[in-house]
DNA sequence: TCTGGGGTCCTAGGACCC
DNA sequence: TCTGGGGTCCTAGGACCC
């Protein structure tokens, strides 16, 4: 048994912690530059908010409705993160994070997993504020569908065993609604005629995989109950790392674009220090803005090895400085840029180069250091030079929640 | 005026090897 | 007239997830 607990409404549920106000009240949560709707909470969604819409179509039903609008504040999300599966761990021994607020748990040990589930929710929500639905089932696909039916439960849990009910439940379950159906693959199949999960269980199985491939197949496999997506070890290495940001106003400037892309650079060497790996690959893109299809267009985008895979900060950046100065164009106003690292190994598995000549323990001394002083008195306490002396890349948040549990600043204070 | 950020997996086809 | 068989590695692009 394998159960999905899902944290329902996350980012609009975080910002609602600290404000039981708005507890009933919409609540929209925003991307970065308040541009679009990334976190809706029910009363949002009821009033017909859609997800990824840009916000400044939506000003005049806002001020009707008197919405809550946040800036994305990840600081907070992902701290009340960890602490849901903090929570959670403590229940279960063997769970897999699928994202910020999903877990998958094994259920396999348990008698009454509808009881155990309970217990859970409730103390999830005692211990964070956080209200969760979970959905139970043999497979992690049918979980995900239990999830969705878990969701209009009262309880929000729903427990999804019987043969007859599943096949009940997937005849009503529309495709684009399965975990690994995007939009694509939706409107291919309904032009087959296959509207419902259960219809998608009715087909060859060597013309799923011919129409979605392995994967597909595998999906169809785990909603007819045969189990084909493991849990992941739950310390998985990530394989790419990757920091990009969406500029308020479009950037020309070659010194101010670079200034960015260190920036970008660091954040990334960050991430990867923090994984214990090391890059081998490093790519880097900037835009024009394509919802401005009159001015003038360009996507660059150039990826550049180094001789021996690395974290340092300093050799990725400069790296990074050489491929945006290789495709910058001064007649073009760019709206976007960012910075991937890749090909990442392990940092103790890092193959040498006979004609390596730098001295990498210095340099590793030096990295540590940087990371022990931000840990210490705040990120950018110590940066490189290369991304300017202010804090230029302050993004439009204009309706930023305090980082409650983060910074000692903007913790809570209670009058008794 | 204003349109997000960070990931994963799979496949076909080209280039190469013996 | 007739021209083999069995592999690997890499990349771009397509699909998906939250």
Request: proline residues 2%.
């Amino acid at each position: 048994m394998i159960g999905l607990v899902d944290c329902n409404n996350f980012y609009a549920s975080c910002e609602r912690i600290f404000r039981p106000y708005l507890e009933n009240k919409p609540i929209i949560v925003l991307s970065n530059n308040d541009g679009c709707i990334i976190a809706r909470s029910n009363e949002a969604k009821s009033l017909g908010f859609k997800m990824g819409e840009p916000i400044f179509k939506k000003r005049r039903m806002v001020e009707q409705h008197k919405v809550n609008l946040f800036s994305s504040n990840f600081a907070l999300y992902g701290d009340i993160s960890k602490r849901v599966f903090d929570v959670i761990s403590e229940h279960i021994s063997f769970y897999e994070i699928y994202s910020i607020d999903e877990v998958f748990l094994d259920f396999s040990n348990f008698s009454n997993p509808y009881e155990e589930a309970l217990k859970l929710k409730e103390n999830v929500k005692k211990c964070t504020g956080i209200p969760i639905s979970i959905g139970i089932s043999n497979t992690k696909t049918l979980s995900k569908v239990a999830n969705h039916v878990a969701k209009r439960e009262k309880n929000n849990i729903y427990f999804l065993e019987d043969k007859d009910q599943i096949i009940d439940i997937l005849k009503k379950f529309s495709i684009n609604k399965i975990w690994g159906i995007g939009r694509r693959y939706s409107s291919k199949l309904e032009k087959y005629g296959i509207y419902t999960a259960f219809d998608l269980l009715q087909c060859d199985e060597g013309w799923i995989r011919k129409m979605m491939n392995v994967t597909g197949l595998r999906m169809v496999r785990e909603l007819k109950g045969i189990s084909s997506f493991d849990f992941q070890n739950a310390n998985v290495r990530k394989k790419s790392i990757c920091t990009s940001r969406s500029f308020s106003k479009e950037i020309c400037d070659y010194e101010k674009l670079s200034e960015y892309i260190s920036m970008f650079s660091f954040r990334c060497s960050e991430k990867l220090r923090l994984e214990r790996s090391c890059t081998k690959t490093i790519s880097v893109f900037i835009n024009t803005n394509n919802f401005k299809p009159k001015k003038k267009q360009h996507s660059g985008y150039m990826v550049k090895d180094f001789d021996v895979p690395t974290s340092d900060s300093i050799e990725i950046t400069k790296l990074a400085l050489q491929c945006l100065k290789e495709m910058y164009r001064m007649d073009c106003e760019y709206k976007k840029a960012g910075v991937v690292i890749s090909d990442l190994v392990p940092e103790n598995q890092v193959q040498l180069h006979i004609f390596d000549s730098s001295d990498r323990k210095r340099k590793n001394k030096l990295m540590k250091a940087m990371d022990f002083i931000n840990g210490m008195i705040g990120r950018d306490s110590v940066r490189l030079g290369s991304s300017g002396v202010i804090n230029k890349w302050k993004i439009g948040k204009e309706r930023l929640s305090p980082s409650y549990t983060t910074k000692w600043s903007d913790i809570l204070q209670i009058k008794l």
